[in-house]
C-alpha cells in the first residue's frame, strides 16, 4: 500500500521537477575539478608505484648508476612532458573584469575576494537553459604574466602550501626521530659549523656572485632582480639533501665520522636554511618600512635569524618533553593506539604551534623528534614504539618519493617556469662555488682545533655530496609571483634535478676515487645478533623486534658499526650529559637514578612527586646503566646481561630513507 | 679578502634595493594566510589530542554513558562556538566587479578565471606605496548568498573534497581489511537486503515524506525544494554510521551474528547511498536534457545505481587481486618497506581510478580492502602485515575522529549553515521513520525464509543502531551551492550530532533493556593464548606478534567469540568457497594446493606457470589446511599443529576504531 502511496507520489513530484540549469552546470563542473583532483593523485599514486617496483627491480639486480631519487626524479620528467605535450582537454573560461563605479577601495593590495554578478552586461546567447541572476565569489589567486600559459595550471600541480604544512614535516620529524645521536655529539662542533656558519657564508657568497652575474647581463634581467632576491636564492639553494648519498653510505658501510657530519649538517641545514630565508623576507619588510637605515635593518636581520632558531628549537624541545611527560605520568600505554595517536599528534602540533606564532615549523619538529626520541621513547610501550617507527619511516618514504617525482613532473607543468640560460648557469656555477666555500675554508678552520683532522679526501666527498633537493624546491616554490622567483624556481628545479641524478649516480665511484675508506661495519653482522637478543629480552615476550633479517627495522641497521671511534666530546657535552642524566632523564622517562636521588635534599618532596613507582621498583640493573649512559643514547628500560656494554645498547637510530638498502646487505 | 669584497658590494647593493611595495604587501598576505591554515590545522591538531587524553581519561575511569565519537562532536562544538564568537581579527576585502565592455562570453555558467588589472578605476589614497600595474587572476569560488556572513569564510574550515580524497577512503579501506568475513558471509542474505534493497526504500520513503512535509511548510522553503532535492536528502541521511555502537558491541561482547549484520550493513550502505546519490544526480542531468520522459530517466538512474555499483566492486577486487599478483610473483617482499608502500599505494590507486572513471571510488576501496586481506595479506612479509594493519588502524583512528570533531566545530564556523525548524524536526522524524522502514518490514520477510530467524529485540537494536555519521555529513557538504543544499547540510550535521551523542550514549542501556545476550566470548581470555601461540610459531622467530596483552592489535580482539553458531551459508557461498579454494586462493596466494592440481589437465602448461616454488614445496600440513578452508578465512601461510581447527585460525578480522575497547577487557 505504502509502497504505492510512494510510487505515485514520486511519479507526481518529478513532473513537477524543475532544477535550475545554472546549478545543474555547476554540478557538472564542481564534478569535472572532482575528477581532474583525482586524476591528479592517481598520476603521482601511479608514479610512485611505478618507482617502488623499478626500485626493486634494480635492488633485485644490484644497480647502482641510478638511484631511486633520481628514478623518481626521471620518471616525473617523463611523465611531466606527456602531461604537458598531450594536449589539453580541460579549458578553462575567463573574462576581463573592472570595478564597479562606485567602488570605495584604497588599498594598495588587490583585494582577497572579487564580487561577481552574473550575467551581467554580458550578451548570453539563450534558450537552452535559464539565465541565473546570482552573485559569485572569486577569490584571490596570483599575477598573470603570460596570459596563454594560464590554461595548464590546473595540470598535476598543487598548492605549495601542501608541501610546507603536509610533506615536508614527517620526513624532518623522521630525520631528528631516528638521528644516531652518538657520532652526531662527537662531530658536533664541525657538523654545527658547517650548518650554521657554512650555509649562511654560501648564501652570502652565492646571493653576491649571483647579482654581480645578474648585472653583467641583459638589462631587461638585470633590473627585475635586487640583490635581496639573489640573496634569497643563495639561501634557498644552499641546504643540501642527504637521502641519495647516505642511501649509498649506509649500503657501502662507510666511516661512521663521515656519515655522521653529512647527515648531521644536512638535517641542520634545512632548518638553517629557511630560518635565513625568512629573515630575509622580514629584512626586505623592515627595510621598505625606515626608507634608508640599512645597517639596522641588517643587524635585524641576524637578530630574527638567531631569534626565530632558538625559539622555534624551544617549541620543539618543550613539545617533545610535554609529550614524555604525558606519557611518564598517565597510563596511557596500555592503550597503544591512543598512545600512538598522541604521540604523532603531539609531533604535529609542534610544527604547526611553530608555524602559527612565525617561528619555524620544521626547525621545532626537527627538535621535537630529537626529543621524542631521547625521552619520550622510553616510555612507550613496546607496540607503540613500533608502530610509530614503522609508521615515519613509511611516511618518509613516501613524502620523499613524492617530493622528486613532483619536482620532475612540476618541471613541465607547472605554469610558472621562467627560462633563462644566463641565469640558470649562472645558478649552477655559483652553487658549486658556494659549496665550496662552505667545506673548504671551514675545514681548515676547524682542523685548527680538531683532534682528528678531517682529511682531505673526506673534505672532498663534503663537497661532492652537496646535492640539493626538497628543502630547496619546496622553498623555490612556496612565492613566484615575480618573474625573478620564477627564473629562481627553474633554476632551483634544474640544479635539484642535475645534482640528484648525475651526483647521486656517480657517488659510488667518487667515494672509490677519493679512496674513502668503505666496509667499516664488516664485523656488524656478526655482532648483530647479541644486540637482538638483548633488545627483546626473553621477560619482553615475544614482542616488538622482529628479528627476521628481512624485516629488520632500518633503524637498528646502523648500530655497532665503527664503534672503535675514540671519544672527543667537548667539555659542554659532558656538562650536558650530566644534566640530561641527572635531572632530564630521571623527570621525563622512568629512567634510573630517579629525581629522590639526583636532587639536593630540601627538593625532595617535589622529586618524590615527580619520580614513578615504576622508577623506584626498577632493578639494579638498569640503575648502572643510566649511570653510564651519559654519552645521550636512548637506553632500552629492560635489564640487561652485564656482559654488553650499554653503550652499545642503542647508541641511537639513523635512518635515511633507504631503509631497504641497510636490509641488502644482510640478505642477498 | 674574498669575505671583504662581498662585505662590500653586500652593503652597496642593498642601498640599491628597491622592492616593490604591492610585492612585499602580498608576500605578509601570503605570510598570514599560511599562519591561518596552520592554526586551522592547529585547531583540529589539539582537539584530537584532547579527544585522546580525555578518551584515556574515561577509560581509565569507565565512564559508558558519553562515548568517544560524541566526545570529539562535543569538543569540536565547544571550540566551533568559540571561534564563532570570539570575534575576528582577519578581515577580507572585497570590491564588487563588471565585465570589461568588450566582452564575448556565451556562456550559462559563470567563467573559472576573472582576470582584474589592478589598479583600475579605483582611487588608491597613495604616497607611502608605489601603485603596481598588475593584472591578478581571481578563481571561481562559490555563489554568495549572504554577504555578511562571508568573512567568516576562512574560519577553521576545509574544502569538502579533502573528506572525500583523504579522510573517506582510510575509514573504508579499513572496514574492509578488517571485516569480519565469516560471520559477514554467513549472515549476507540479511546484509545485502537491509543495505541494499533497505537504504533505497529508506532514501525514497524519507525523499517522499520530505517532499510532502515541505509542502506544507510556508511557500518560500516550498519553492526552493524539488522532489529530486528531497530524494537526494533521503538518500544522504539513510546510511548509518557503525562507530559508536560496535565500539560497544565489542567491549560487551554482543551476539556476533547482530554484530555482523550491524557491521555489514553500515559497511555496505556507505557505498549504497554514495552511489544511490550519484544516480540522483545523473537523474537531474539526464532529466534536464531530455525534457520530459520521466521513465526513461528513471530507469537510466537505476542502471546507472546497478552499473557503477558493480564496475566499482570490480575495479576494487581487480585492483586487490593484482597487488596480490604483484606481491606473489616478485621478491618484494625481501624489502617490507618497499612492500607497505606499494600496498597502500595500490589501495589508494583503486579509490582514485574509480573516481577518475566516474565511478565510485567508496566501493572500490571497500572492495579493494577485503580483497587485500583476502589475498594480497597472505604474500605479505610479517613486518608488512603488521605494518599495514597498525597503519591503517592509526589512520583510521585519526581519521575518524577529525571527521566528527569536525561536525562539531563546522556546526558554527562553516559559512552555509541554513536554519529552518521545520526542515529540521521532519528531518528528525523521516529519518526514523526511514530507519524503520528499512528494519521492520525488511526483516519480516527475511525471517520468512531464514532458518534461525532474527529475533524481535535484535531488529529493535537495529533500529536503534542507526546513528548517522561521517559518511552523511560528507555527502551533505559536498555541495552547499543553494539554500535547500545548506538547508540539508544544517539538518543532516544536528541528525549526526544527536544521534551520534544521544543514541550513542544509551546504547549500553538499549543493550540491557531489550535484553540482548551480551558476553558471549567469555572464554575469549581463556582461548587467546592457544591461538596466539599458534600465530607465532617458534619458526618465525621473535617476530611480529606482540603477545603481551596490553599490545593485542584490535584485528585479533573478535577471534573465538562465539564459535558456537551453527552455518547456515547458502549454495552460493558455498559454489564461492570452491572457486576462492580451487582457483584463487592458489592463483593470488602461495596457498595449497596448487593450480597444477587443482586445474584440468589440459591447462597444466598455464597452471605451471602461473605456481611458485613455495607453492610446490610447502609441508602436508598447509594442504590439509587450505581443503578446510572453504568458509572464506583468511590461512596463515605457516604450519600449524594438528589439533587446532584450521578454520579458527584466522576467522577474519573486525575491528571497530576502537581497538583499544577491546584491550579494556583483558587489561583492567
Redesign the interface.
Known sequence: M?VLI?VC???K???????????????????LL??I???N??IY??L??LT??T??VF??RRVSWLHETGLAVIYGLIVGAIIRYAGSTNQ??????????D?N??????????????P???????G?????N???????????VN?EQ?EIDLKATFDP?IF??IILPPIIFHAGYCLKRKYFFRNLGAILTFAMVGTALSA??IG?LM??CVQLMPASLAASF???DTLYFGALISPTDPLTVLAIFSQLKVDVNLYAMIFGESVLNDAVALVLSGAI?NY??R??NDG?F?ITA?LGAIGDFIGIFSLSLLVGAFIGCLTAL?TKF?????????E???F???S??AF??A??C?LT?VVAVLFCGICQAHYTYNNL???SR??TK??F??LN??AENFIFTYIGVSMFTFPKHHFDPWFIIAGFITSALGRA?NIYPLSFLLNLGRKPPIPMNFQHMLFFSGLRGAMSFALAIR?T??EARQAMLTTTSLIVIATVVLQGGAATHALAYLRIPTGQGQNDENEALPYRDVR?PPE?????????S??Q??CDRERGSGEGVSGEKARLARLWGAVDSRLLKPLLTHARPPLTETLPAFMSPLARILTTTHQYTQGDSSLRRADSDSDLCIDEPHPVPTSIDPQQLWPGLVDTRI??EG?TGS?I
Open positions: 505504502g510512494f507520489l514520486f511519479l513530484a518529478i513532473s513537477s521537477c524543475q532544477a535550475s540549469g545554472t546549478d545543474i552546470a555547476l554540478d557538472a563542473k564542481a564534478t572532482h575528477r583532483d583525482s586524476l593523485l592517481l599514486t601511479c610512485l608505484t617502488v617496483l626500485i626493486w635492488k633485485h578553462i573560461t575567463h573574462i576581463d573584469v573592472h570595478p564597479a563605479p567602488t577601495y584604497n588599498l594598495s593590495v588587490p583585494p582577497d575576494v572579487l564580487r561577481f554578478y552574473f551581467d552586461k554580458i550578451k548570453i546567447s539563450g537552452d537553459a535559464p539565465v541565473p546570482k552573485t559569485y565569489a572569486y577569490s584571490f589567486r596570483g599575477e598573470i596570459i594560464n602550501e610546507f604544512n652570502l657568497v653576491a647579482y654581480g635586487t640583490f635581496l623576507q626586505e619588510k627595510y621598505s634608508g640599512e641588517f604525558m598517565t597510563h596511557v600505554r596500555d592503550w597503544p593506539l591512543l600512538s595517536a598522541l604523532v599528534l603531539t604535529y602540533a604547526l604551534i608555524e602559527v612565525e615549523g610501550s613496546s607496540d613500533n608502530r614503522q609508521l619511516e613509511l618514504f613516501l666555500v612565492n609571483v615575480s627483546s619482553m615476550g615475544f614482542g616488538l623486534r622482529n628479528l627476521d628481512t624485516q627495522t632500518s631503509s631497504v636490509i640478505n
